[in-house]
Every structure is written in structure tokens, then in C-alpha cells.
């Protein structure tokens, strides 16, 4: 059981997929908790209805987090709904799929910006409300950063960047008791897939090498997020924690 009664977290992409399964947990164990949605109003106001089961207080905020504006006036809200923030949860991704030789700046800059800076904005928002208590903040990766995946180029380079700036930000925030680590899933199957030409093939394949058996489920995710958020991980800073069933370790 973890304790999180009374704390106060963000999840950005909380209303589908890895995201909405993140909030839940941490609805489950107590957290107050605020999700974060592009263009899906309905998804987002599903997932409200059934964290609010839980006895904690649930907002949803439209905005695109790769806009500094939005995040300005998302955390403005927050802060006046929550007050201040324990947990942050940098979930909500987007990118280009598309061959190298295809790429153009303008993909570049998006992904980068969305997957990598993203971060960076979401941090420097976020520090101001997180207290001398400390807090813990967690960003989603995936594979594609350590592995080289068709049309997966400019997502799996900013995802790469992704993990290394929470390198350097871990270590700037560890002496203020903020924990920042990655957790990198292997293939889910969600919604985010749908995007990919040869979506049958990733699932098939990845089931096909998985020691576990099964593919990874936003719940196996959301399971290894709640402890990296809880006080069991005070001393895990920095990490990226593979979630895959086995499947990145075999040759
Ligand atoms: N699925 C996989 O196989 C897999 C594997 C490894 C890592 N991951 C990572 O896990 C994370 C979540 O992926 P998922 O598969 O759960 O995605 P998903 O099911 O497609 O959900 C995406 C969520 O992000 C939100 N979102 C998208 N663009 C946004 C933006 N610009 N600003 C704010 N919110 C935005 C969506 O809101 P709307 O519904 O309103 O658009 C939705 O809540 C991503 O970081 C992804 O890279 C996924």
C-alpha cells in the first residue's frame, strides 16, 4: 500500500491511455490529482468521473503542453484548485512518424519541442509549488530512445533527449529533496498506436519476444510510476526504469 493521502499531483495526457491508468493509481492511494488533455474533452471528462470515485479532489486542464502559454495559464489554475503540487507526472507525447530521410526541420522542432523541452517548461513551472517537503516527478519515455525503430527517428532522438535532461535535472533537484527519474515502457497497446503504419506488426512482434508473455499494460506502467512516486524511492534519482516484460534484454 502506498500512502499518498493529502498530496497533490499532475498527470499531462492523464485523460487516455498510460496516462489516465497513472491517475488512477495515484487517485487510489489518496492523491489529489489533476489531469491534463489536448483536444478530448469527453475522454477527459470520463476519466474525472472515475477518479472522483475515490475521495480526492479531480480537475481536468486543457492545454497543449508543448505551449508555454497554456502552461502558464494550466499551472496558474492548478495552483489556485490545488494550491501546490507534490507529483508530476510528464506523460502526454506527440511526434512525427516518418523515415529520416523525410524529416523536415519543422518535424524536428515539433517533436524535440513537445517531447524534450516540454519537460524543461513543465519543471520550471512546477517548482515554485512543490514545498520543502519535496516532491517527485516522473517523465515517460520509451524504447525508441536507446533503440533504433522505423520512422521512429525524431521521437526516439527526443526521447533520448528526454532522458538525459532528467539526468541533469535530477541531480540539480535531488538537493531540494525533488526525485526526477524516466520510466521507459515497451510496447502498450493504446490508442497512441493507431499511429503507426505497421501497428500489427510492432504488437505482434513484441508479443512474439517478450519473456513475460504478454504485452505491457498502462497498468503494469501505472504500478512502477505509484512506487517511483512514493516514499520507498526516496534515493532512486536520475534512473530510467524499463517496463517491458523482459523484452529490451533479449538479443
Ligand atoms: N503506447 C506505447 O506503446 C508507449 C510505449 C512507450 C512509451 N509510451 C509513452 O507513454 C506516453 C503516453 O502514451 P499513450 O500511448 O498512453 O498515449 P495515448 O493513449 O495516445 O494518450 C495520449 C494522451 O496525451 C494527451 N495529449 C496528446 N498530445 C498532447 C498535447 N500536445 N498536450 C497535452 N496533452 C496531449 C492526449 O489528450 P487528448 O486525448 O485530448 O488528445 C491523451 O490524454 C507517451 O509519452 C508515450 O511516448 C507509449
Known sequence: ???????????????RGIGRAIALRLAESGANVGINYLRNRSAADKTI????????????????????????SLFKKFKEDYGRLDIMIS????????????LTQRHWNWTMGINA???????????????????KIVAISSLGSVRAIPNYTAVGASKAALESLVRHLSIELAPKNVNVN????????TDALKHFPNREEIINGSLAKTPAGRLTTPE????????????????IHGQTIVVDGGYSIVA
Open 220 to 235: 503494469d506502467v501505472a504500478d512502477v510510476a505509484l512506487f517511483l512516486v512514493s516514499p520507498s524511492a526516496k534515493m
Open 182 to 189: 524516466t520510466l521507459s515502457a515497451g510496447v502498450v497497446d
Open 117 to 135: 523541452s516540454t519537460l524543461l517548461h513543465l519543471v520550471q513551472h512546477a517548482m515554485p509549488l512543490i514545498g520543502e517537503d519535496g516532491g
Open 1 to 15: 500500500m502506498v500512502e499518498l493521502n493529502g498530496k497533490c499531483a499532475l498527470v499531462t495526457g492523464g485523460s
Open 91 to 102: 506523460n502526454a507525447a506527440s511526434g512525427i512518424l516518418k523515415p529520416a530521410l523525410e
Open 49 to 72: 468521473a472515475e477518479l472522483s470515485k475515490y475521495d480526492i479532489t479531480a480537475k481536468a486542464y486543457k492545454a497543449n503542453v508543448a505551449n508555454e502559454e497554456h502552461l502558464h
